[in-house]
């Protein structure tokens, strides 16, 4: 497996690709901007992209993913709680467009739930609930990796904020006790903004869990 790391948009989201050669089938986590970007990265490793995979609502998280399908196909992944976000004016895709949704329409393709399994090439994708940050986010774990792309519930030294609509600090770390951590210390922790972290390490510093 490679996971490709770009940060795209106004608010510095990680964005990451996954591949496992010799497949020519890839996925794309969170492209929350620059899609032409990601689009060129597909394009010059020649892969073709099978599906976009959101981790929750926010806009900074998927502002770009109707524009990537329109350039690169694929389907596009959402918990059904969080579809309405996508309409949310303080959340979702109208705060940044000033109230005005894309002409695209940002339809969700497949709805994610609990112990979802994706495949890419011989790999599986565990789709893990890891509700707080709002209510219908999720983790993406490959077990086989021993890795975990978190979104906004888990950060290097932190944790996403639960003010938004639909959030809960109790769910939240609710989620990363009973969810994240039993991974183990070993588990490789992509969040959704910010450095790369393990489960180790965020168990035994990160205050919120202290």
């Not at 906004?152 to 996403?160: A, E, N, Q, R």
Request: charged content about 20%; glycine content about 12%; some cysteine.
């Amino acid at each position: 497996m490679i996971v490709e790391h770009l940060v795209v948009g106004m608010l510095q989201t990680n964005c990451y690709i996954l591949r496992e050669p010799p497949s020519v089938e890839a996925i794309v986590i969170d492209p929350g901007g620059d899609a032409k970007r990601i689009y060129s990265l597909l394009t010059a490793h020649g892969l073709k992209l099978k599906g976009i995979l959101l981790t929750h609502g926010h806009f900074d998280h998927l502002l770009d993913a109707w524009n990537l399908k329109k350039l690169a196909g694929g389907e596009i992944y959402l918990h059904s709680l969080d579809e309405p976000l996508l309409y949310n004016k303080m959340v979702g895709i109208g705060a940044f467009l000033m109230g005005k949704m894309p002409s695209l329409n940002p339809s969700i393709d497949k709805y994610l739930k609990d112990r979802d399994i994706i495949s890419l090439g011989g790999t599986e994708i565990h789709v893990i609930e890891t509700p707080g940050h709002t209510p219908g986010h999720v983790s993406f774990y490959i077990p086989s990796q021993k890795i975990i792309f978190v979104g906004d519930t888990l950060f290097d030294g932190s944790i996403g904020r639960t003010d938004f609509p639909g959030g809960s600090y109790e769910q939240l770390i609710s989620s990363v006790r009973t969810k994240i951590f039993p991974l183990g210390d070993d588990t490789t922790v992509y969040p959704g903004h910010g450095p790369v972290t393990t489960v180790g390490k965020e168990r035994r510093t990160n205050p919120f869990f202290l």
